[in-house]
């Protein structure tokens, strides 16, 4: 069973710093791996899928790497903005179609 | 650009009652999914379906059903609502490639309050 792990539960940083979110899951056996901002009240938004082909994807400020050996994923945001104060997630398939969240990050940039 | 459509948004239920959240998308998804997120406790998939006519059990299925008649719609329906199910439903769409899901889309949520 594919279970996933987000470290830390929750982080608050200044503004303009850059900053790493980690996510570990158990079964490196996996066909992608997605990010997703949610902010209080809101739904999901999709930030980056990284398929298991891929090392790396980026979007704007945000990059997120992928080591399936180490079952392992970053979320690597630079230049850290009030705005980006929300909850990541990060989900995995377990087999082809379901998808396993982590129990998310909590990011509060301070200004 | 709709994407992925939930109704409603809030609803206040009494202990007993039965309701159906809506769900649609207009992406010609295959793979659709019933997530409910309580504080503190992450993401539970309650059913998914991998198209029309085809749906399963996730974590958390027990109070619940589906259907799906169309690949467009995935409606969630509760029956005799207990306080336990409250909670912020969410429905998700993905789309295929070969034999693994695409990225995956949220409605909005729904969020039930049974009293």
């Known amino acids: 069973k594919q279970e996933v792990t987000q470290i830390p539960a929750a982080l608050s940083v200044p503004e303009g710093e850059n900053l790493v979110l980690n996510c570990s899951f158990t079964?490196?056996?996996?066909?992608?791996l997605q990010w997703f901002r949610q902010d209080p009240g809101k739904g999901l938004t999709s930030l980056l899928l990284i398929q298991s082909s891929q090392r790396e994807q980026t979007s704007g400020r945000l990059n997120a790497s992928l080591d399936k050996s180490s079952g392992r994923s970053t979320l690597y945001i630079a230049a850290s903005q009030p705005g980006d104060s929300a909850t990541y997630l990060c989900a995995v398939p377990q087999g082809a179609q379901k998808l396993v969240f982590g129990q998310g990050t909590r990011l509060t940039i301070n200004p | 650009n709709a994407g992925v459509t939930q109704t409603p948004k809030f609803r206040i239920l009494k202990i007993g009652q039965s309701m159906t959240l809506q769900c649609t998308q207009d992406m010609n998804h295959n793979y659709m999914y019933w997530y409910r997120q309580d504080p503190g406790m992450g993401l539970k998939l309650i059913y998914y379906?991998?198209?029309?006519?085809?749906?399963d059990k996730g974590e958390v299925p027990n109070g619940y059903n589906v259907s799906r008649s169309t690949t467009e719609d995935f409606p969630l329906r509760l029956e005799l609502a207990a306080p336990s199910q409250t909670s912020v439903y969410f429905c998700?769409?993905?789309?295929?490639?070969?034999?693994?899901?695409?990225?995956?889309?949220f409605g909005q949520g729904t969020r039930l309050t049974v009293v």
């Open positions: 998700a769409s993905s789309g295929t490639g070969g034999n693994w899901n695409t990225e995956a889309f």
């Open positions: 079964d490196s056996a996996i066909y992608n």
């Open positions: 379906s991998v198209g029309a006519g085809i749906t």
